[in-house]
Nanobody, 116 residues
């Protein structure tokens, strides 16, 4: 499975961005898709995750601001980020796997910078 992110960039505080992750290859075994982020001083942490049944999980810091969703085919999934804050600045990675404990496939990362 190959994952390619897009949509990062520079945005002002309070603004919005949508990240996309396009999956290709053997995606039939993928049950969980998610977004993680990492800064130079912090480990890679979960931002949001969506399961095959459509249930979602969000980090407390993004609840009510970020939304994870996917297309009908399930080959592309997204992270809609609203009301962005400077502390959301990070490299964002999309990931996928058979379970949340086995996110075996990762994208290269896309940088999101929230700054005035």
């Amino acid at each position: 499975v190959q994952l390619v992110e897009s949509g990062g960039g520079l945005v002002q505080p309070g603004g919005s961005l949508r990240l996309s992750c396009a999956a290709s290859g053997s995606i039939a075994d993928i049950n969980v898709q998610g977004w993680y982020r990492q800064t130079p001083t912090q480990q890679r942490d979960l931002v949001a995750r969506i399961n095959s049944d459509g249930s979602t999980t969000y980090a407390d810091s993004v609840k009510g601001r970020f939304t994870i969703f996917r297309d009908n085919v399930g080959s592309t999934f997204y992270l809609q980020m609203n009301s962005l804050k400077p502390e959301d600045t990070a490299v964002y990675y999309c990931a996928a796997g058979e379970s949340s404990a086995g996110m075996n496939f990762w994208g290269e990362g896309t940088t999101v910078t929230v700054s005035s």
